[in-house]
């Protein structure tokens, strides 16, 4: 039977003024010319609430970049989604965020590199980190439910505290402490964001107290990342069936990753309608359920749980995307993970990261 | 923390939208990033978390409803629904 996708993540554009080194956009993020159009995204808002979606996120790259928001915001309201605006805060002033909670976003995600400015606008790219701040409280100001969000790595991983103490200060609603996750941007600079594990352990001894004294308050989410534990996690959810996600230029996938799988054919939301796509895309089918799995999965009682975790790991370090999670402990390709861990222990790379992008300023660049 | 007793008025927050879903025809509160989907029970309790009515009232207007229900047994049932929208940060405080 196919499954009901409940949220459609929505990436309108891959453009956007900040270069994290650990950004879940594809490596080619710059070959994604082709953007959908207004019309494309509305329709397609209404073909996801009747396949049963109730979440949207607007989420990019940078959605602001679309000067279009404020229309696929309120036509994504109008059909009934829940519509999060997940954002850098770059660029936005106080009078866009107002047009956009009148046009129908419900809640705003923020994302913040660090708790202090410096190191902040090192890993993004970019100075940013004093607007963010101000984005955050107009948010507030403005009585919407707000969302920190914060990917975890080598650099910031011991702020815990202090990222807490941020996300009270501008009142947010919800913190996500995100470990990150190995993929596109991320892989290409794995050696240089991957942490110790014991500041894993430490960071997350850190984060549980906080969640204890914010319960009802403040929505304290700290997961562990894959990398650091025996057996990997429910990627997605599984494969094409809690989450639908349309890529900048219409094509249908099941995650951030998955176009980095090469051997798969997306099909594009411009050719045919949706609900199509999602019930008999080849691609989409591809991991569904249980059929494509090898062993150790497939007699595996994990298999119903973690669904053998994230297709695109396995592709990117075993070269198969039907293998097991290389971050599970039964994958004959766990070493891979395990020589990672220890040359991050022994001390790791220097920060210098790979950026996406060019330098804002030629000749002024952070180090 | 919050303490929800029979004189407390609850009311769904800001960022929780209470909804009809119509794949399930059921209930559900969506907010931010997230739905939780409402049997039958916990939807009619929900419906009446608009902050003109105790818990107290709550609990008696559902047992006006279903003749011959408990009463008290309907009460717990209201704080433990109420209890876990304030745990979930649902509850406008
Ligand atoms: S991770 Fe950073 S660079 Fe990538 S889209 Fe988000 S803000 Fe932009
Ligand atoms: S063998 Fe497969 S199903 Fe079992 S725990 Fe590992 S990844 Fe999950």
Redesign the interface.
Known sequence: MTP?P??LIAELTYRCPLRCPYCSNPTDYLAYKNELTTEDWCRVFGEAEEL?V??L?LTGGEPLARKDLEVLAARAREV?L?V?LVTSGIPLTRERLLGLAQAGV??V?VSVQSSRAELADEIGGYAGHARKLDVMRWVKEL???L?MNVVLHRANLDEIDELVALAEEVGA??LELANTQYLNWALSNRDVLLPTREQIERAAEKAAPHRERL?????VLFVKPDYFGATPKACMDGWARRFVQIVPDGRVVPCHAATSITALVFENVRGRPLKEIWASSPALLAYRGEAWMQEPCRSCDRRAIDFGGCRCQAFALTGDAAATDPACHLSAHRASIDTAHAAADAGGQARRYLYRGKPPNEGKTTP | MLVIDAAFVPRLGRKARLKLDRHANKYMIIYPERGLELNDAAAAIAKKCDGSRSVAVIAAELAAEHEGAPRDAIEQDVVAFVSMLRDKGLLQV
């Open positions: 009901r409940y949220t049963g109730v979440q996120h009934g829940y999060n419900d809640h995600q009585d919407l439910p969302t609603d919800r319960r009802g308050r403040m929505d």
